[in-house]
């Protein structure tokens, strides 16, 4: 085994980072953005990777616009205010999240809207069928969920946004589409699996075990972890960590790490 040594900062950070009203961005989302395709929209590195990726495999890298992905704090206020300013406060805060709570300063966020002449920025035309439904047939298995479904507006807090896409990474996208979790709800039912009673995930020709371990109040958290395996570790941005221990790989996801 070995042991990694957990600081408080850590809790704000990684790809699973817990963002809505009740909890704000803390970390810099500036860090490792990177342009998608040949496009001056920003997103984390690993996920503009994924979504270039999963254009390509659909054929959709001109059919699929991607309409608004990393913004700086000051860009979401200017948003916020211009929306408050057009279409008033109700409709703002139903599509636009408040300024230091939108998941687009953490450039794990994407709007994907369809390529057309005139597209409409805070609410864009992303159906579920057609080259959409295509792209959210595969979304998932790239580390992609639609953030705010229909139904769960009590819950995220926001109303439903078809056109809002979120990078959690594999196999947490693949988890919260087969058991139709929020990110809010994933946050609650990994709490039932700590350290020493982890899920397991095994299907679509991947093997994962996921668990939460709690952040110590004010003080390193120290977490042990198998040898054999790799682990990814993110922040959950409200209590502690989340632990992925890989079993096994999907093939996108081992060319990348390659890459
Ligand atoms: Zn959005």
């Not at 929306?83 to 999240?97: I, Q, R």
């Not at 864009?124 to 057609?130: A, I, N």
């Not at 699996?193 to 299907?203: F, I, L, N, Q, V």
Request: contains cysteine; hydrophobic residues 35%; aromatic residues 12%.
């Amino acid at each position: 085994m070995k042991k990694i040594i957990l600081g408080q900062e850590s809790i704000y950070d990684g790809n699973l980072i817990l963002v809505n009203g009740d909890h704000q961005v803390c970390a810099s989302g500036r860090e490792d953005l990177m342009p998608v395709g040949n496009r001056d929209v920003l997103l984390k590195r690993q996920a503009g990777l994924l979504l270039w990726e999963l254009l390509k495999k659909i054929d959709a890298t001109k059919s699929i616009a991607l309409v608004s992905g990393f913004r700086s704090h000051k860009e979401q206020q200017e948003i916020w205010d211009d929306s408050v300013a057009e279409s008033g406060w109700d409709f703002t805060k139903k599509f636009v999240a408040a300024p230091g709570h939108s998941e687009h300063e953490t450039g794990l966020a994407i709007d994907l809207g369809l390529e057309k002449e005139e597209i409409d920025f805070i609410c864009p035309e992303f159906p579920y069928d057609g080259i959409c439904g295509k792209f959210r047939k595969y979304a998932a298995s790239y580390g992609f969920v639609e953030r705010y479904p229909a139904g769960k507006e009590a819950v995220t807090g926001i109303g439903h946004e078809p056109w809002h896409f979120r990078y959690v990474g594999v196999p947490h996208a693949v988890i919260l589409s087969e058991e139709g979790l929020t990110l809010e709800e994933y946050m609650d039912f990994l709490h039932e699996y700590p350290y020493d009673k982890p899920y397991h995930y095994r299907g679509n020709g991947l093997e994962a075990v996921v668990f939460w371990q709690e952040a110590l109040k004010g003080e390193h958290t120290l977490v042990s972890l198998p040898e054999e395996y790799p682990c990814w570790i993110s922040g959950n941005n409200v209590d502690g960590f989340i632990i992925t221990e890989w079993r096994g790989m999907y093939g996108c996801q081992k060319e990348l790490r390659r890459a």
